[in-house]
T-cell receptor
Framework: KAGVTQTPRYLIKTRGQQVTLSCSPI?????VSWYQQTPGQGLQFLFE???????NKGNFPGRFSGRQFSNSRSEMNVSTLELGDSALYLC???????????FGPGTRLTVL | GENVEQHPSTLSVQEGDSAVIKCTYS??????FPWYKQELGKGPQLIID?????GEKKDQRIAVTLNKTAKHFSLHITETQPEDSAVYFC????????????FGSGTRLLVRP
């Protein structure tokens, strides 16, 4: 099976812009979780989607949002970008959210 | 709030030696504990996991132990090889929802040839 794919792999944006990142889970997986990885804060949980519903959300401001489509693909959106949003954004998929999570390669976002 | 502490932050071993990484979690309801290996430029790769109803699990050169009473779990790598060099992360589920993980700060393992 193909692994988790994320697009784009790299993005450069300027402050105030918005960005949309995409994640395609492993075939058959219905749960997608998003994480932010930075050198200072490490890996932090953003939110998780299952069957197009957000089941849980981490401690991030409302500028961070996401959605999941009927084919389980997921997108996350960050509006009004700040310098501190520069990070590696990772998505992970699992069968039903209660089991093993498999990560994609991530999208490296740089905010200038 | 929920927290996972991971030690050491860096670990250097000679090829063939063993490496041990330790984590402590705070949420007594946590019941799922995965370990991930992250190489430069890649996403974390699941290498082994354990659930709270099991005290130890082994997969070839890698083993994980869990002490629920002390809220400790550890990763053991035996017969280390240069390709084991990477950053290792422990994680614990938040409550009994294993889809929500809180991660340790990572251990950079260097295996010297």
């Amino acid at each position: 099976k193909a692994g988790v794919t994320q697009t784009p792999r790299y993005l450069i944006k300027t402050r105030g812009q918005q960005v949309t990142l995409s994640c395609s889970p492993i075939s058959g997986h219905r749960s997608v979780s998003w994480y932010q990885q930075t050198p200072g804060q490490g890996l932090q949980f953003l939110f998780e989607y299952f069957s197009e519903t957000q089941r849980n959300k981490g401690n991030f401001p409302g500028r961070f949002s996401g959605r999941q489509f009927s084919n389980s693909r997921s997108e996350m959106n960050v509006s009004t970008l700040e310098l501190g949003d520069s990070a590696l954004y990772l998505c992970a998929s699992s069968l039903e959210g209660g089991g093993r999570q498999f990560f994609g390669p991530g999208t490296r976002l740089t905010v200038l | 709030g929920e927290n996972v502490e991971q030690h050491p932050s860096t670990l250097s071993v000679q090829e063939g030696d063993s490496a041990v990484i330790k984590c402590t979690y705070s949420d007594s309801a946590s019941n799922y504990f995965p370990w991930y290996k992250q190489e430069l430029g890649k996403g974390p790769q699941l290498i082994i996991d354990i659930r709270s109803n099991v005290g130890e699990k082994k997969d070839q050169r890698i083993a994980v132990t869990l002490n629920k009473t002390a809220k400790h779990f550890s990763l053991h790598i035996t017969e280390t090889q240069p390709e084991d060099s990477a950053v290792y992360f422990c994680a614990a589920s938040i409550g009994d929802s294993s889809y929500k993980l809180i991660f340790g700060s990572g251990t950079r393992l260097l295996v010297r040839p």
